[in-house]
C-alpha cells in the first residue's frame, strides 16, 4: 500500500537494521521476512538531491522513489526526490513474490538504491541490499534471519565509477592540488574546461576512476569475511554498474546456487544472487572477480576459516588418484591446417579497419575471412582472418604460432614419458582437448594427488578450483622452475553433484594462477616466520595455455570404473573465451623466435596487440580443432568452461541441436569469464555442423569449430575372406 508523505517520522521498525564491519559501501542490510511491512525513514544529509527505490518488493507510488512520467498525482510524486535535509517515508511490503522461490535457499537478496542520479548515486555508494526470508524460516529472536543459516554475508562487486559520482567534483577540488583546474587565479571558465577535458578526454584519468571493488575496497583491504570450518555460509551477491562483468569465486570453495554446484556465478549489472558454502578446511582464501580485468584491477578480498569448535573427523582415506604433471614449454601452432577450415559453414566475418604503415605489406594471396574480405592495403582494409592470422602484415606481427607452457601428463615421477595408452591424451576421445592439461576425475571421499614439475622459465602453480590443498593456501605459492610439489586435494561432498543437481557430473577448471599465488606466498611467509615479499616476479599462468578440468561424478552406482558417468555416452570439455598473449612471459620470445620483422613490432600498437588475443576453443581458430565427433542418435556431455578479461564472455552454440543446461533447453549457454557449464546434447542430428561463439566479435576472431555426428554401422560385412561391403 501506499503511504502518505509524511513529515513525523515513525518510531523505526525493531529489532534495528544489522550493520557489518564487512559492508562499507553497502550501507546498510534490512532484512525482514515474507508477510512483513518495510518502513524506511530516509533522511537526505547530501547537497543533491536523492531517492531511495528498492528491487523485489512491492510499494505504491508514494512509496515507489523513482521520478519518470507515469501519471501520478504531486502528492504521489514527493516520494521521487529528497531534498537536500529533508526526509521521506516510504513503506514497502513484502508479499510471497518478494520472497524465496521453488529453487532458491530461505532467503534471497533485492538492492535498493539512489533513483534520482541513478547513475551518480550507485557510482557514488547510494546502494544497499534487501533481504527476505521465507515464512516461517526465521530465526525466533526476531531478527529475521534465516534459522538454516549460520553466517550471512552481502558482497558487492561493482567497478564503481569516481567520475560519475556525485561527488566527482569535490573530489577532484580537495584530491588533486596542483591540477590546473584547481588554479584559483585562472578564470572560472578556464578552470571548467580544464576540468571537463581531464574528465571527458583523458584517458588515463578515467582508467584511474573505475574502481573494480568488493564492498568498495580494493585489493584484499575488506575486513569482516570470517567464518569457522562447518558453518553453514550465505553470501548475497550484488552488482551495479556499466557493462563489466563479475563471476565471485573462492578459492578452495564450491557454491550451491539454486540446490546446483557451480565454482562460481555469473553477475552483471543489476544481479542479485545468492550462494551458500561450506568450509572443509581451516585458512585464508582469496574471493575475486573471475574476470582478469576484475582481479588485475583489485577486486578482490580476504576470507577468513577458523578452525571448529569441536575437531571433525579426518578428511582422508579414500582412494588416492595420482597425476604426474610437468609444466612444459612447447610450440603451439593456433592454426596447424594453415587455414580457414570452416569457411564454407559461416558468414561472420567483418572488414577491419587498420592504420597503414611505412612498409607494410602482406603475402601475395592472404586468405579471406570467413565472407571472403579481402586484404587490402591500399585502402586500409583488411580481413579479420589475416588480422589474427598473418604475420607479414602491418604492424608486423607473430601469427599463429607461439611458444607456449601446456600442463602435460607422464606416466611415473621420473617424467620421462608422456602418458600412454587408452586411458592417455593419445586416444581419438581425447584428441579435441588440444591445449588443455589432462583430464582430472574423482569422486566425493577420493583424494587427487598431483606431483607437478615445472620445467618452464618461469614460475607457475596448480590451482584447481573449488579445492582447497591439503597445505591451504600456501601450497599455491610460485612453483620456481625445475622444483617439484606434490599436492593433495580432498574431494568431499562439497565438491560433488548436490541431490538437486541435473547430471551425475559436475566439472571445474584447474589453471595456474598468479593472485592465489601471491596470496599463498604471503600465507607461507607469516607461517614460518620471512619477511613480507613483493608479488611473484614473471610467472606463467591460463594466458601461457597452464589451463585444463576436473570431472566430479556422482557416487559409485553412476560411473564405471574409470569414473565417467553412465548418464551419457561420450563427454567433450571446452575451453573458450579470449587467451591473450600479451600477458605471457613469452611474449618477447614469441616476438623474436615468429614475427617476421621482429625489429619492426610495436608492441604499443592496437592492432598488434589485438593479433596476439586468440578467441579460441582449446587453443584452435578457425575450425581448426580436431576430435569432436560422435554418433548419431547418441547423448554426449559437454564441459565449458570461459577464461579471460571481462570480454571474454562466451556462448557456445551448437548448430542443428539444442542443449540441457541444468534441466533446461538453451540454444546457446552465457559463460562469463572464470565459469563453467555442462550441456546435455542428443545428437540426433546427422552430418557436419558448426560450434561456434555467438558473440560475434569472438566468432570472427576465428572462435568456432567443426562437429560431426557420425552414421552408426548397422550392418557388419559377412565373416568370409572373399566377401566385401
Request: with cysteine; proline share 7%; net charge negative.
Amino acid at each position: 500500500p501506499s503511504a502518505p508523505p509524511s513529515s513525523t517520522p515513525p518510531s523505526p521498525p525493531s529489532p534495528p537494521l544489522r550493520t557489518h564491519t564487512h559492508i562499507t559501501t553497502t550501507t546498510t542490510t534490512t532484512t525482514r521476512q515474507v508477510g512483513d511491512v518495510i518502513v524506511v525513514v530516509a533522511r537526505n544529509a547530501l547537497p543533491y538531491p536523492v531517492s531511495v527505490h528498492p528491487h523485489g518488493v512491492q510499494y505504491g507510488k508514494s512509496a515507489e522513489g523513482a521520478p519518470y512520467a507515469d501519471g501520478s498525482s504531486p502528492a504521489e510524486k514527493m516520494d521521487d526526490s529528497i531534498a537536500p535535509n529533508g526526509t521521506h517515508t516510504y513503506t514497502w511490503c513484502v508479499p510471497e513474490s518478494a520472497g524465496p522461490g521453488a529453487g532458491d535457499g530461505s532467503s534471497v537478496v533485492w538492492l535498493y538504491h539512489d533513483h534520482v542520479h541513478e547513475t551518480n548515486g550507485t557510482n557514488g555508494g547510494l546502494v544497499g541490499p534487501i533481504i527476505i526470508t521465507a515464512t516461517g524460516a526465521s530465526m525466533t529472536d526476531g531478527s529475521a534471519r534465516p534459522a538454516d543459516v549460520d553466517k550471512e554475508f552481502v558482497l558487492l562487486f561493482a567497478a564503481l565509477n569516481e567520475n560519475a559520482a556525485l561527488q566527482t567534483e569535490e573530489n577532484i577540488a580537495a584530491r588533486l592540488p596542483d591540477f590546473d583546474g584547481n588554479n584559483a587565479s585562472l578564470p572560472v571558465a578556464t578552470r571548467v574546461a580544464l576540468t571537463r577535458q581531464m574528465r571527458v578526454y583523458d584517458s588515463l584519468f578515467k582508467d584511474s576512476m573505475r574502481k573494480r571493488a568488493i564492498n568498495g575496497k580494493l585489493q584484499c583491504s575488506l575486513d569482516g569475511l570470517s567464518w569457522a570450518v562447518g558453518e553453514k555460509v550465505r553470501l548475497h551477491l550484488l552488482a551495479v554498474g556499466d557493462e563489466e562483468l563479475h563471476a565471485p569465486l573462492l578459492d578452495g570453495h564450491t557454491f550451491v546456487h539454486h540446490g546446483q554446484r557451480t565454482a562460481a556465478v555469473g553477475l552483471m549489472a543489476s544481479t542479485m544472487k545468492s550462494v551458500d558454502l561450506v568450509s572443509s578446511t581451516a585458512g585464508t582464501s582469496l574471493l575475486r572477480s573471475g574476470s582478469r580485468t576484475g582481479v588485475s584491477r583489485g577486486m578482490a578480498a580476504l576470507a577468513h576459516v577458523t578452525p571448529p569448535s569441536t575437531p571433525p573427523p579426518l578428511r582422508f582415506g579414500g582412494e588416492e588418484r595420482t597425476y604426474y604433471i610437468a609444466a612444459d614449454e612447447v610450440q603451439w601452432d593456433f592454426m596447424p591446417h594453415g587455414e580457414n577450415m570452416c569457411a564454407k559453414h559461416t558468414t561472420a566475418d567483418s572488414r577491419h579497419a587498420m592504420p597503414v604503415r611505412e612498409g607494410a605489406g602482406g603475402l601475395p594471396g592472404t586468405p579471406a575471412g570467413f565472407n571472403g574480405w579481402e586484404t587490402n592495403f591500399a585502402n586500409g582494409v583488411e580481413s579479420e582472418f589475416s588480422l589474427y592470422t598473418d604475420p607479414h602484415a602491418a604492424p608486423h606481427r607473430i601469427g599463429t604460432t607461439y611458444v607456449m607452457a601446456l600442463f602435460r601428463e607422464y606416466d611415473n615421477e621420473k617424467f620421462e614419458l608422456l602418458k600412454h595408452g587408452i586411458k592417455s591424451r593419445g586416444n581419438e576421445a581425447s584428441l579435441h582437448l588440444g591445449l588443455q592439461g589432462p583430464v582430472l576425475r574423482a569422486k566425493p571421499g577420493e583424494v587427487i594427488k598431483v606431483v607437478l614439475r615445472n620445467r618452464l622459465r618461469f614460475a607457475c602453480n596448480f590451482v584447481i578450483s573449488g579445492l582447497s590443498p591439503e597445505g591451504g593456501a600456501a601450497d599455491q605459492r610460485p612453483i620456481a622452475p625445475g622444483e617439484v610439489r606434490t599436492l593433495r586435494f580432498v574431494v568431499d561432498a562439497t565438491a560433488g553433484p548436490t541431490a538437486r543437481d541435473t547430471t551425475d557430473t559436475v566439472a571445474f577448471h584447474y589453471t595456474s594462477d598468479f593472485y592465489a599465488a601471491a596470496v599463498g606466498q604471503a600465507v607461507y611467509n607469516q607461517a614460518h616466520g620471512l619477511p613480507t615479499t613483493a608479488a611473484p616476479g614473471p610467472f606463467a599462468d591460463y594466458a601461457s595455455g597452464l589451463f585444463g578440468a576436473l570431472i566430479v561424478t556422482r557416487g559409485s552406482a553412476s560411473h564405471y570404473s574409470d569414473l565417467q558417468p553412465k548418464d551419457v555416452n561420450r563427454e567433450f570439455v571446452l575451453f573458450m573465451g579470449i587467451l591473450d598473449l600479451n600477458k605471457s612471459p613469452y611474449l618477447d620470445l614469441n616476438i623474436a623466435q615468429f614475427a617476421s620483422s621482429p625489429e619492426s613490432v610495436d608492441k604499443t600498437d592496437p592492432d598488434f596487440k589485438e593479433s596476439n588475443r586468440m578467441h579460441s576453443i582449446n587453443g584452435r581458430i578457425y575450425c581448426n580443432l580436431e576430435g569432436l565427433s560422435t554418433l548419431y542418435s547418441r547423448s554426449a556431455r559437454w564441459y565449458v568452461f570461459s577464461l579471460g578479461a571481462d570480454d571474454a564472455m562466451a556462448s557456445p552454440r551448437w548448430s542443428g541441436h539444442a542443449a540441457l543446461v541444468h534441466g533446461a533447453r538453451v540454444a546457446a549457454p552465457l559463460l562469463q569469464p572464470g565459469m563453467g557449464v555442462v550441456a546435455d546434447i542428443d545428437h540426433s542430428n546427422k552430418g557436419v555442423w558448426l560450434l561456434a561463439d555467438q558473440t560475434q566479435a569472438h566468432v570472427r576472431a576465428g572462435a568456432a569449430a567443426i562437429f560431426v555426428v557420425n552414421e552408426k554401422i548397422t550392418e557388419m560385412c559377412p565373416m568370409a575372406p572373399w566377401s566385401s561391403c
